[in-house]
């Protein structure tokens, strides 16, 4: 069974900053794999996906890698705002499943 | 043009209740996803549509649970019984395509936020 997890659970970092969030998942045959955001209250936000055969998708000044064969993906903010604020969650695909989501690595960025 | 959107945004019903959870996908999107997500945690997978049927209904926790999608485009989760477990925020998304090894990014409605009391 396909397990995801996201480290750090929570992080806290100044204004400008660039940082780097991290996704796990125990089964390498994925098909996709895909970054959101959730603020509080709200639905989530779709960021970035990956398709298996990729390495890595760029949209701003954020950047996902995928490493199937090791299990892991990164986010990559640079120059963070207050603005990115939320909670990030990652989900993978797995081969003949629907998505499974980490729990989340909760995000402030402080003025 | 509109999202994903999801109807009532808040219900709160006592144990035993029957409950109907509305979603309205983007317009042309054949496949549809019900998660459910608890306080602290990632969306948890309920089922899964592509167009009127469900393709896998694996993740509904028990028979108290069952989806419909008629015509194709909205769905509706319906809960019977309802006990205080299923407190959560029920989160719907739609995709362009639900095909093995093609599938599109998802899009998220803002979920409704269900308390069984």
């Known amino acids: 069974k396909q397990e995801v997890t996201q480290i750090p659970a929570a992080l806290s970092v100044p204004e400008g900053e660039n940082l780097v969030l991290n996704c796990s998942f125990t089964?390498?045959?994925?098909?996709?794999l895909q970054w959101f955001r959730q603020d509080p209250g709200k639905g989530l936000t779709s960021l970035l996906l990956?398709?298996?055969?990729?390495r890595e998708q760029t949209s701003g000044r954020l950047n996902a890698s995928l490493d199937k064969s090791s299990g892991r993906s990164t986010l990559y903010i640079a120059a963070s705002q207050p603005g990115d604020s939320a909670t990030y969650l990652c989900?993978?695909?797995?081969?003949?499943?629907?998505?499974?989501f980490g729990p989340g690595t909760r995000l402030s960025v402080l003025p | 043009g509109a999202g994903v959107s999801q109807t009532p945004s808040n219900k709160v019903t006592e144990k035993g209740k029957y409950v109907e959870l509305r979603c309205d996908p983007i317009?042309?999107?054949?496949?549809l996803y019900w998660y459910r997500q608890s306080l602290g945690q990632g969306p948890e997978f309920l089922i899964y549509?592509?167009?009127?049927?469900?393709?896998?209904d694996s993740g509904l926790p028990n028979d108290r649970f069952f989806a419909v999608r008629p015509e194709g485009s909205v769905s509706t989760l319906k809960i019977q019984r309802t006990e205080r477990g299923d407190s959560a925020v029920y989160l719907c998304?739609?995709?362009?395509?639900?095909?093995?090894?093609?599938?599109?990014?998802?899009?998220f409605g803002p979920g409704t936020r269900l308390t069984v009391l």
């Open positions: 998304a739609s995709s362009e395509t639900g095909t093995s090894g093609s599938w599109g990014t998802q899009y």
């Open positions: 089964d390498s045959a994925i098909y996709n």
């Open positions: 990956i398709q298996s055969s990729q």
């Open positions: 989900a993978v695909r797995p081969r003949g499943q629907n998505f499974v």
């Open positions: 317009s042309g999107h054949t496949a």
């Open positions: 549509f592509q167009g009127t049927g469900a393709a896998d």
